[in-house]
């Protein structure tokens, strides 16, 4: 746990948040400010901010929050796809520096991005 981590405390329960889905390697848990009609943030439950910096234990995490996600998403109704988006770095925009998954869908992503 990284005590300035806003996700490591989402993840102890210090901060509130809307769960999807939990389990002892990672939490599934609703955006705060979503992109989509659903957008779900997949946390693993050990605190490193980017793919560069993980160790193995961590990447076995990563590698169960993605058998994990296929289900997650049939369970928010995500019937026609989704996309997932993991921001790496300034670059990328990303502000929690907490490595997570990002679920977008509920609607058509069309061309916007990719
Ligand atoms: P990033 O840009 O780092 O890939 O995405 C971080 C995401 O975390 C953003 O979409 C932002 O809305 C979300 N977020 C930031 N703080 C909180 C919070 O306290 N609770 C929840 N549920 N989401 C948050
Ligand atoms: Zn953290």
Same mark, same amino acid.
């Given at each position: ?10 993840? /102890? $329960?210090?901060?509130?948040?809307? *769960? ?5 390697d990672m ?9 989509? *009609?659903?957008?779900?943030?997949v946390?693993p *439950?050990s605190?490193f /901010?980017?793919l560069?910096?993980m160790?193995?234990?961590q990447a076995e995490l990563v590698k169960k929050c993605l058998? *994990? ?7 928010? !109704?995500?019937?026609? !796809?989704?996309?997932?988006?993991v ?5 990328? $925009? ?5 490595l997570?998954i ?6 058509? &992503?069309?061309?916007? &991005?990719?």
């Amino acid at each position: 746990m990284d005590q300035n981590c806003i996700f490591c405390k989402i993840i /102890a $329960g210090d901060i509130p948040s809307t *769960k999807v889905y939990e389990d002892e390697d990672m939490l599934a848990f609703r955006d705060i400010n979503p992109q989509a *009609k659903v957008h779900v943030l997949v946390v693993p *439950k050990s605190h490193f /901010a980017a793919l560069a910096e993980m160790d193995a234990a961590q990447a076995e995490l990563v590698k169960k929050c993605l058998v *994990k996600i296929p289900a997650i998403a049939e369970s928010l !109704g995500l019937k026609n !796809g989704y996309r997932l988006i993991v921001n790496q770095g300034e670059d990328a $925009g990303q502000t929690v520096h907490h490595l997570h998954i990002h679920i977008i869908g509920r609607e058509s &992503m069309g061309e916007k &991005m990719l």
